[in-house]
């Protein structure tokens, strides 16, 4: 376990490498819609982004709690973790579900960054959150099967050797479980695009490099199925806490920084001959805001620690997503609220926070399906869908 000290060296040093990446990279990156390659080449040779890959594969072997600080300082330094974060809990899918030939091919190499696994592609434009009743196919023939359908917002596919894919293998009204006939594969994309894999991008509000996806027969290995055929769902499900941690951490990070701008502007700016941060009006909601991002950090460090521990964590992975996505929204509007005027200029950065930070209320899982998680399955309430 690594110790408080331990830590604290670890954000220290992410600390330093983003300091070389200025608020004025992303910036520049966000309004050309260009990708962090050096960013996010610097974050994976200094081993921070393969903290989670175990030391027998090169990668330090380090916990969740460990990997929810180095997000959380990227989002504080001002830089937009999105662009890389899935790296951290796509590989947990081939950690624990993998065998043992697909873990020693591809684990050392995401480790040292000859191999970028930045994707994976569930969410699909007509079933959306309703994950079971997706419609891409995967059809058994030979030694490969052959995939089709389509996929939608499928981040960093175009900066990514590999994906983890979700697709049907048989279908929903032939299984016991609606959870059951789902499976999961690697995908190497730079083999597939062109040969039944079209890969498009999607323009949207932030620069996450989402895409959508259409498959048209496309032949995957049968040796690239990871984990037992139809009990696909069990392989992304188990990813699917450690990523609710990260993305919390992420937003952590996001309220830190916007607290930080907010404080710091509302201390130096005159108005009526005195600070802004005088008048309660202003001063109030920093000061609310800063209490409602320590207690979403609190969550999140529980949820991680109960994680490494290994014991269930839905609930408070769950729940530290939810509160810390407000918090950090919450976080986020202040600090638009306090820099008047100027939150709108490119330059002050804000509005580029402001805008990634509110999608994590969305992706990679809405608020209200979180609030009927916790009704269903914590507080024992009547199941709505
Ligand atoms: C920038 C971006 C990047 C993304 N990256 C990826 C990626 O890399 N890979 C991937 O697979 N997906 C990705 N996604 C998809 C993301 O996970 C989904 O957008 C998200 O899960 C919500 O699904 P949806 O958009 O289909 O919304 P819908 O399922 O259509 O829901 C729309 C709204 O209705 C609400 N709603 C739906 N059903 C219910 C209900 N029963 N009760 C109450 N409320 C309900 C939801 O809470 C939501 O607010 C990304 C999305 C975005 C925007």
Redesign the pocket.
């Known amino acids: 376990m690594t110790t408080g000290s331990e830590i604290a060296e670890i954000r220290n040093s992410v600390r330093q490498l983003c300091e070389k990446y200025g608020e004025d990279y992303w910036l520049e990156l966000d309004r050309n819609n260009d990708y962090p390659t050096e960013f996010v080449a610097e974050l994976t040779a200094s081993g921070f982004l393969t903290v989670l890959i175990p030391e027998e594969y090169g990668g330090a072997g380090l916990g969740v709690l460990e990997a929810a600080a180095v997000m959380e300082e990227v989002c504080r330094s001002g830089a937009h973790a999105?662009a890389c974060h899935?790296q951290m809990y796509v590989m947990g899918s081939v950690l624990r579900h993998g065998n043992s030939e697909q873990k020693s091919r591809y684990l050392p190499k995401i480790a040292s960054g000859e191999l970028r696994l930045q994707?994976?592609?569930?969410?699909e434009?007509t079933?959306?959150?309703?994950t079971t009743s997706l419609k891409t196919t995967a059809t058994r023939d030979g030694d490969v099967y052959r995939i089709n359908g389509q996929?939608?917002?499928?981040?960093?596919i175009q900066h990514s050797d590999l994906m983890v894919l979700l697709a049907r293998t048989s279908p929903k009204d032939q299984v016991a479980k609606k959870t059951d006939g789902l499976s999961a594969f690697i995908v190497d994309v730079k083999q597939a695009e062109g040969n039944g894999l079209e890969i498009r991008s999607i323009e949207?509000?932030?620069n996450?490099h989402?895409c959508e996806l259409f498959f048209d027969d496309l032949e995957v290995a049968r040796e690239n199925l990871l984990g037992e055929e139809g009990k696909g769902f069990k392989v992304i499900l188990d990813g699917m806490n450690a990523e609710r941690i990260l993305i919390a951490a992420e937003c952590v990070g996001d309220g830190r920084y916007f607290i930080d701008k907010a404080r710091d502007y509302a201390s130096e700016r005159e108005v009526f001959g005195q600070p802004i941060g005088k008048n309660q009006g202003v001063q109030f909601p920093i000061a609310r805001c800063y209490a409602e991002v320590e207690a979403a950090g609190l969550m999140v460090d529980k949820a991680a620690r109960m994680f490494d521990a290994g014991e269930p964590c839905g609930a408070e992975a769950n729940m530290a997503k939810m509160l810390a996505s407000e918090a950090s929204w919450r976080a986020g509007d202040v600090c638009m609220q306090t820099h008047g005027g100027f939150a709108f200029a490119k330059e002050y950065h804000i509005e580029r926070k402001f805008r990634e930070t509110r999608?994590y209320q969305?992706?990679?899982?809405?608020?209200?399906?979180i609030l009927?998680y916790i009704g269903e399955h914590v507080l024992g309430m009547p199941r709505?869908?």
């Open positions: 999105g899935a994707s994976f592609g569930v969410t434009p079933t959306g959150t309703d996929k939608v917002w499928i981040s960093r949207s509000m932030i996450h989402s999608l969305i992706a990679p899982i809405s608020t209200n399906l009927s709505s869908f």
